[in-house]
């Protein structure tokens, strides 16, 4: 994968992915396949966001792919569904205008290529990624932040860590496309658990001087994540696991729990 000249456009052998700001920190998606002209909406923030970059751009929507039902990720599904289009989201959740229901392990077709359906519920209990193996691509909605993860709106410790697991178990190249610029929060609570990291430090730093010239840091690479998000380290990592107080006989589930708590307290 190689990033073009524009701001909001990523090119790859197979797809093109077009990165749309909406709301206040929301990140909508467009995946575009030249080849076949199938065009898939991943979430929909904001319907008028996306009407008006597939008129630029002379695309038409063919898939809408919902990660989790929260109103800023399916809001625009039914202003959007027209003329063919096919909305594929999680089978347990209630989604407007779902046509295919889907469960982790399934593989669906877009353009010549597949996703498969990843589980990655705890956000919300339902909540799904779509993977494209093939094109070192993942789009995860709001189960992981570049340096985060979701809050833990309906699921349980034990979900959430086993999901957040099968990302990490993702190819380090695996480009990770998450729904929200939360990252400069995130690297501030990061630093809290794990300043001792040295990748870190300089990501945080990294980061910091991006959001200061106004630039986006998402997408992000799953083997940065690996290396710092700590989110996906309570099990590695003794100086997270000290910080948000684990104690001797904590399971890596319960101290993930201790992390997330740890963050919807954070007030750095």
Known sequence: MSSSST???????????AQLPCLDDNYGYLIHDPKTGDTAA??????????KELTNRGWKLSHIFNTHHHW?????????KK????????SSEN???CDVPLNGGDVIDFGNK??????VGGHTKGHIAYHFPTEHTVFVGDSLFALGCGKMFEGTPSQF??????????????IVYCAHEYTQSNAKFAMSVESGNPKLVARAEEIYAKRQRGERTVPSLMGVEKETN????????????????AVDGDTDDVIFGKVRKAKDTFRG
């Open 83 to 90: 003329d063919g289009v096919k909305i594929y989201a999680p």
């Open 230 to 245: 700590p989110f996906l380290r309570g099990d590695i990592s003794e100086e997270i696991r000290k910080n948000v107080g």
């Open 42 to 51: 991943v979430d929909t923030p904001d319907a008028s966001v996306y009407e």
């Open 114 to 119: 597949q996703a498969t359906i990843i589980d």
């Open 7 to 17: 701001n909001n456009n990523i090119d790859t052998t197979a797809f093109t992915v």
């Open 95 to 97: 989604i407007p205008g």
């Open 72 to 80: 800023d990720h399916t809001g625009g599904n039914l202003e959007l």
């Open 161 to 174: 860590w086993a999901s957040l697991k099968r990302l990490r178990e993702l190819p380090d190249e695996t």
